[in-house]
């Protein structure tokens, strides 16, 4: 089940250009969309499926800021409705295409779902995008077949690094045993804790003395769909015990990734990582791109299996464990707001016929 | 969780005692079950579609059928009611294959400690040490004879001289668990069966003792409220705005917050993932959860109230 009044990722804004075969198609939440950009930048997302047979426009040309199917040649204007039919002198009322209204903030581009009357870009998750001023970041995409809940499970517990990424991203088994404390946020949790005292992890052991240790200061923001924002900051070990650290900071790094269902079973994952300007140093910021990207291969790896044998075993029950309090928080907000649309559109499937003829 | 599940037959049921059943299990299709060690359990899928772990009480020596022992639990979830009211001779059901995370140690004298119903895997236990000739005394904690299930069965066991019964409502008989752990021979290996409170009861008389952890095994029921009327009721005090709400003996302190309609998020509701964590700001928390450490327990400053109650008639939260 998906949420219809979302923003939800439909990539990097360099990813739609401005060519003439520039005609991207994402699915996102089982329905299938067409993204391209107007003459004057705009980006138009609709419906990939022309209206009179079911063709793809993405298949079609652009004409200016309009679309041409290019199976009976039917002109569907940015907005979605048609303009001309060869061969036709009035379109039929009913001759449009569905469109999506559109934001592109922090380097994303976000495409809303539901009804567009609540597309309201407050809603918009917090980022830091590549080109935030004082960040040095590189983006990246990878798809996964697995379902985006199981994305949740992933990003809102991040025990999973010491197991996971044991070659990249862990150095020790430390993160096994964090029991991190989640506050909830309208549309989702906010994390902060700090992981003390530990070796360098496994990708940058080489660059520090063996008994060199560290101090990491992480900050999460989950939210719906499954977008996670993480400032990860990797510090000198201190001597606090509690509260933040106190050793100084070597590091500091932003990590937007967002996780868009293509449907049940698939998601597109779009991230970057990088360092704030002050903490830059050179080949850094490469080394983090290329580990981030094997890193991500490696939850690829461990979902696309544990994905494969949810299949295998449907409904065979699981354990919790104390690592599932932040995916239980996620969850629990995304089922309310999932339920809250389900009795709207209850409600709405009840609404007297007439009144629904009317709308 | 579960790789195969096994078709298996109802050929018995039996009160076993006040409000216990007996539930005896062959396979379908005929056949020896698989074999099992002693404190093992299984899954059982019920008809009403939940899925419960009961211990197989039985003797390990027999792999023709299993024998379970099972508590009707009114204010559980549904799973012991399934059990008593739904399923009958004769009935199919799906089980898992044994699994034990109850083991007996390779060697050692045993001291078995069974608390009401957590005689099951206890029971194993006695009949495994008996046939390898293996030195034990069992000690079966209940609150009236009326609720000793397999009390019988123990009195005709050939191992009877080492079973002894106490009972809640007959001090004469009481357990004196510290002159039985003083007793105990220096190789003695103990294992808890019980309710939470009684495990915790054993247990910390045994860490009193300087017991190590590697001779004291407990196998713990799901954290849900087990003993259905030794609840009590209490209060919560919301700390922002005065509010105060009662938690019914009936009723776990989310469900009366969700009732008063502060909702709070939920997941495993058996105090394990730790989902519902609420900090708590006065009073003292009765913790029945898995999740936090013995320590985190011992500061009192947060709870779990999808389980965890209060040892003080008042408990402030910050919501």
């Known amino acids: 089940m998906f949420l219809k009044n979302a923003w939800y990722c439909a990539g990097w804004d360099h990813q739609v250009g401005i060519g003439r075969d520039d005609l991207v198609t994402r699915r996102i939440a089982n329905q299938s969309i067409l993204l391209y950009r107007t003459p004057e930048g705009q980006v138009v997302a609709m419906e990939d499926r022309c209206p009179h047979r079911s063709a793809p426009l993405s298949l079609g040309r652009k004409e200016g800021d309009a679309i041409r199917c290019m199976y009976h040649g039917m002109l569907f204007g940015a907005d979605g409705k048609c303009r001309h039919i060869p061969g036709m002198e009035r379109i039929p009322d009913n001759a449009r295409v569905p469109t999506m209204p559109v934001v592109e903030r922090s380097g994303w581009i976000w495409v809303w779902m539901g009804d567009p009357a609540k597309a309201d870009p407050d809603l918009i998750c917090y980022a830091i995008g590549p080109d935030e001023p004082g960040w040095v970041l590189r983006t990246n995409h990878i798809m996964i077949n697995t379902d985006y809940r199981q994305e949740i499970h992933n990003l809102a517990d991040l025990s999973h690094i010491s197991w996971v990424h044991d070659v990249t991203f862990a150095g020790s088994d430390d993160w096994g045993y964090i029991k991190p404390r989640h506050s909830m946020t309208p549309r989702g949790i906010e994390t902060r804790y700090c992981v003390r005292g530990i070796p360098a992890p496994n990708f940058v052991k080489h660059l520090f003395p063996e008994d060199a240790r560290f101090d990491i200061q992480v900050h999460v923001r989950l939210s719906v769909p499954c977008n996670f924002i993480l400032n990860f900051a990797v510090h000198e070990a201190g001597d606090a015990t509690s509260g933040p650290t106190n050793g100084r900071l070597l590091l500091d790094t932003y990590s937007s990734q967002a996780v868009t269902p293509r449907e049940e079973g698939s998601v597109d994952y779009y991230f970057s990582w990088g360092v704030s300007e002050e903490t830059n140093f050179p080949g850094i910021v490469e080394l983090m791109h290329r580990t981030n990207y094997q890193a991500f291969l490696e939850d690829k790896r461990i979902l696309e299996g544990q994905w494969q044998r949810m299949q295998e075993y449907p409904g065979a029950p699981e354990i919790d464990i104390v690592h599932d309090a932040g995916p239980g928080r996620m969850f629990w907000v995304l089922d309310k707001l999932l339920a809250e649309e389900a009795a709207e559109a209850e409600a709405q499937a009840a609404q007297p016929e007439a009144e629904v003829a009317l709308s | ?319």
């Open chain 2, 1 to 319: 969780m579960n790789g195969s599940w096994i078709e298996a037959r109802v050929v018995g049921k039996q009160p076993a005692a006040r409000d216990i059943t007996r539930l005896v299990l062959e396979a379908a299709g005929g056949g020896p079950l698989p074999p099992f060690a002693a404190g093992a359990h299984i899954d059982i899928e019920l008809p009403n579609g939940l899925i419960r772990q009961y211990s197989l009480c039985g003797s390990p020596a027999c792999t023709e059928r299993y024998e379970l022992g099972i508590l009707l639990e009114p204010e559980g979830r549904g799973g012991s009611r399934a059990v008593h009211e739904l399923i009958g001779e004769g009935d199919r059901v799906r089980i898992s294959p044994p699994r034990n995370l109850f083991p007996l140690a390779a060697e050692g004298h045993a001291l078995l400690l069974a608390g009401g119903i957590g005689v099951t895997p206890i029971l194993a236990m006695a009949e495994r040490l008996h046939l390898d000739g293996r030195g034990f005394a069992l000690h079966y904690c209940v609150r009236s004879a009326d609720r000793a299930a397999f009390a019988e069965r123990l009195a005709a066991a050939p191992y009877a001289d080492a079973v002894q019964l106490h009972y809640d409502d007959r001090p004469d008989t009481a357990l004196d668990m510290a002159a039985l752990l003083e007793r105990a021979p220096n190789d003695a290996h103990l294992y808890v069966c019980g309710p939470a409170g009684f495990i915790d009861f054993v247990t910390r008389s045994a860490a009193e003792r300087g017991w190590p952890d590697a001779r004291v095994h407990i196998e713990r029921f799901a954290a849900t409220p087990e003993e259905a009327g030794a609840n009590q009721p209490f209060e919560i005090e919301i700390a922002s705005s005065g509010q105060v709400i009662t938690v019914r003996a009936d009723q776990t302190a989310a469900a009366a917050l969700a009732e008063a309609g502060i909702e709070i998020p939920l997941s495993c509701e058996q105090g394990v993932c730790g989902t519902c964590l609420t900090e708590v700001a006065a009073g003292v928390p009765d913790h029945r959860d898995l999740y936090l450490s013995a320590d985190e327990h011992a500061a009192n400053d947060c709870f779990t109230p999808c389980c965890s109650r209060a040892l003080s008639a008042r408990l402030v939260l910050h919501i």
